[in-house]
């Protein structure tokens, strides 16, 4: 266990549709991030929190979005669902915004059918 | 951005054998981590490396910032060592839309027979 808990651990859904990936990150741990794993992009950055404000935006699309609440959990909403959505989705924490290590959480995979 | 390639792209092992999985990058980085994808997807921290030397077991990394290198090595591999490894670097100095991203190399795909 990472100590950055995501869930759910799967999701199906249907193209059109909206759903929301929850992230508890590391106690301590101020930053959250979160990570798209598509076969065809790879592990790409979405986007950065830090102690509750966005800090860094990624490749990530207008029908996404993210927040972090005054407890640090976070959430990625991603609305109008295509098939090519996809993926696994990871949420990481680390302790500060600069040079620390990032852990990960075991991933939300999301199938849009 | 700062760009990372990782190689070989692929490596087949026989149980017992050793190996090493490289890492360059195009820029200075203020953080490097190599991390294990496991089968199931989960992604496991080996290293936080930046600089210098570690040793965990059987893996131990080098980087060489100077020279925009890191180099992962798995002694005695194992079965359970197949999965991707990633080496993931980040790069403030550069700011802008590069500024708390960690850009990942496309990995190395370990496959350990027994």
């Known amino acids: 266990d990472s100590g950055v808990t995501q869930t759910p651990k799967h999701l199906i859904t249907a193209t059109g549709q909206r759903v929301t990936l929850r992230c508890s990150p590391r106690s301590g741990d101020l930053s959250v991030y979160w990570y798209q794993q598509s076969l065809d992009q790879g592990l790409q950055f979405l986007i950065q929190y830090y102690n509750g404000e966005e800090r860094a935006k990624g490749n990530i699309l207008e029908r996404f979005s993210a927040q972090q609440f005054p407890d640090l959990h976070s959430e990625l909403n991603l609305s109008s669902l295509e098939l090519g959505d996809s993926a696994l989705y990871f949420c990481?924490?680390?302790?500060?915004?600069?040079?620390?290590?990032?852990?990960f959480g075991s991933g939300t995979r999301l199938t849009v059918v | 951005g700062i760009q990372v390639e990782q190689s070989p792209p692929d490596l087949i092992l026989q149980e017992g054998a050793n190996s090493t999985l490289r890492c360059n990058f195009s820029d200075s980085v203020n953080n490097l981590q190599w991390f294990h994808q496991n089968p199931w997807g989960q992604l496991i921290n080996l290293f936080y490396i930046p600089s210098g030397t570690k040793q965990n077991g059987r893996l131990s990394a080098t980087t060489v910032a100077t020279e925009r290198y890191s180099l992962l090595y798995i002694s005695s591999s194992q079965t359970t060592d197949s999965g991707v490894y990633f080496c993931?670097?980040?790069?403030?100095?550069?700011?802008?839309?590069?500024?708390?991203?960690?850009?990942f190399g496309q990995g190395t795909i370990l496959t350990v027979h027994p």
């Open positions: 990481a924490s680390s302790p500060q915004w600069v040079n620390y290590g990032y852990t």
């Open positions: 993931a670097v980040r790069n403030d100095y550069a700011g802008g839309t590069s500024y708390g991203k960690l850009t």
